[in-house]
């Protein structure tokens, strides 16, 4: 089945350390989005790629950055995890832009310690 | 700027019993509704969406929702849920039509007890 793919599906990290999250999806879709949650909240959105050309939330912080190198693949990498930075992030895919649904991946859960 | 609000934070109910989840959005210009269901440590799985046609909708898990353009609305019903419905709901909205971005409601929590 067409799906889209995260991993880990959990992550620790120590406060300070980079860490990266991976996406893959198997769908083609031209649009790959990241989303934060953090607990008993809606998703947040901070950053999506429409193909190669990339889009940042104005509200998104500098700590949070991300990269496509194909289709399928899209990376979201945290420069120096704060505890603040604990959260569910969730990767998401969509055919296209302007109104088109978006497909989730399971989310990786991310520990600061 | 749009928004959604999600007026009830959690909704408990019995099984079988029937439920709505009330959801309202700001903007009185053309969007498209989503509903979305989220199971603990899981991602989103879509429910239902509306993008235009016939005001009533139906979704998977016996699912339904209705479009009411004069009252902002896009509620979300189920005649009769069972324990395996248990999860949050969180409603969302593209809008105007042609926007990239999914702006979320706060979630329901449904919790249906035995």
């Known amino acids: 089945d067409a799906m889209v793919i995260q991993n880990p599906r959990y992550q620790v990290t120590q406060f300070g350390k980079p860490v990266t999250l991976s996406c893959s999806q198997t769908?083609?879709?031209?649009?790959m989005y990241w989303y934060q949650q953090k607990s008993s909240q809606a998703p947040k959105l901070l950053f999506h790629y429409y193909d190669k050309d990339f889009n940042n939330e104005a509200d998104t912080p500098d700590n949070f950055q991300s990269r496509r190198p194909n289709t399928s693949f899209c990376f979201l990498d945290i420069r120096s995890p704060g505890l603040g930075d604990a959260a569910m992030y969730l990767c998401?895919?969509?055919?296209?832009?302007?109104?088109?649904?978006?497909?989730f991946g399971p989310g990786t859960r991310l520990t600061v310690l | 700027a749009q928004s959604v609000t999600q007026l009830d934070s959690q909704v408990p109910v019995f099984e079988e019993a029937p439920v709505e989840l009330r959801c309202n959005y700001s903007?009185?210009?053309?969007?498209?509704l989503f509903w979305y269901v989220q199971y603990p440590n899981q991602g989103l799985q879509l429910l239902l969406k509306?993008?235009?046609?016939?005001?009533l909708v139906k979704g998977i898990n016996g699912f339904e929702a209705e479009f009411n353009k004069s009252q902002t609305s896009f509620h979300l019903r189920k005649p009769s849920v069972h324990i395996s419905d248990t999860a949050e709901y969180f409603c969302?909205?593209?809008?105007?039509?042609?926007?990239?971005?999914?702006?979320f409601g706060s979630g329901t929590r449904l919790l249906v007890r035995p």
């Open positions: 998401a895919t969509s055919r296209d832009r302007g109104g088109n649904e978006q497909f």
């Open positions: 769908l083609n879709h031209n649009v």
């Open positions: 509306y993008l235009s046609g016939s005001t």
């Open positions: 903007s009185s210009v053309s969007v498209y």
């Open positions: 969302a909205v593209i809008g105007p039509v042609g926007s990239y971005k999914l702006i």
